[in-house]
């Protein structure tokens, strides 16, 4: 037909309307796309304008060229695949919905319906059923932003020129969008159905629709409630599954214990914990569309030793030096040896050591700090033994506080003080 003196292209013929399609490809029946030196392949707004192949293929947001993955609103969309068939003729790339129903690859879990879309003439909002495999419907209104004027849409894809009538091109910005709608996960999504707004046409707000794809669902499996003593090398493998088997998943944690991380991109969980508490801990797999999973546990970290530390004697007689004495025992409260050891504790008040009857270690001491670690011909503790390690005398002039938080091996101890 003719516009303005300019010569449009019409679309070509097609077959008398399905009720349902197997797919939204089978059912395309517009040409939005065209090649720069081609533009009446397509007749995207009813005027005889298109997007330009070599533009999308371009894109800045996204390389769109046939076929390409075009990841937005966290759902993995396939662009159509334009440009000629072997014949020669211009392959239809769009549906402009005319009151079919679209079958959905059956995905148990996804949590979303995408659709990747524009509209021409203007913003145009439809009515959309989900049919659900258990024969109930959710509906819902889709919304397709004018594809010149990305208000109120998810930009996917954006374009820096057009096609016009004439192999001319304009430099505007050209759009198409994503839009999404939250699916009952406990159900599965088996079609959707569209209403009949008929052919573009200049003036006609028009929706058209590139693909229809449901989001990932991303599931991590729950390693349930973990237990580990401090100390104890840990390698706990997480396991999680993506209804789009070619995903590659990158994982996260966050709670771990202190001493524990987790690999990004195999999901292992390693390391030694250091420091005895009950953790919560979330683990994450994300997939490249954003999808995301998760699974929530505990991980109680347990201690490997208890510390008796015991004032055997204090001496408050003298008016400028107390004396003092003291005992230690460790206890192994592991089911592990303990081989080579050095214990640290800090005095509270200003108990300094002046002799010492060392039977278990060497003890020395650095202002407040002080350390005794194993003989090398006495280094193992053994599960559930308790050794006394050493007897310590000095004096405390000021203030005296039997000490407190005991490590061992770098590893908080329970403390056990009479």
Known sequence: MLTGGAVVATQPPTAAAAASCASLAVCYNNVGISADNESSWANFDGDGNSYAA??????????????????????????????????????????????????????????????????????????????????????????????????????????????????????????????????????????????????????KATMHIFDIATGNAVTVSNPGNQSTQAGTPVNLQIQAADTDPGQALTYSASGLPSGLSIDAGTGLISGAPVAIGTATVTVTATDTTGSAGSATFSWAVTTICQITYTDDHTDGNSALLKRYSASINIKNISNTPINGWTLRYTYRGDQRMVAKWSIGGDYSQSGKDATITNYSFQPTINPGSTSLVTLVLGYWTNSYASPTSFTLNGILCKDNIP
């Not at 145009?124 to 819902?140: G, L, M």
């Open 54 to 203: 070599s533009a999308l293929a371009d894109a800045a947001t996204n390389k769109a060229g046939p076929g390409a993955p075009v990841i937005s609103s966290n759902i993995r969309f396939t662009f159509p695949q334009y440009g000629k068939d072997a014949n020669g003729a211009a392959k239809q790339d769009n549906l402009v919905p005319e009151g079919k129903t679209i079958a959905l690859p059956p995905t148990a879990g996804a949590t979303k319906l995408g659709f990747l879309l524009s509209g021409s003439w203007g913003s145009r909002s439809e009515d959309i059923k989900i049919n659900y495999t258990d024969s109930t419907v959710q509906s819902f209104q889709l919304y397709a932003p004018d594809w010149q004027s990305p208000s109120g849409g998810t930009v996917a894809i954006n374009s820096a020129y057009r096609n016009t009538p004439g192999d001319n091109k304009q430099f505007v910005n050209t759009y198409i969008y994503s839009q999404s709608v939250d699916l009952d996960a406990t159900k599965t999504a088996a079609s959707v159905t569209l209403p009949a707004s008929g052919p573009p046409d200049h003036g």
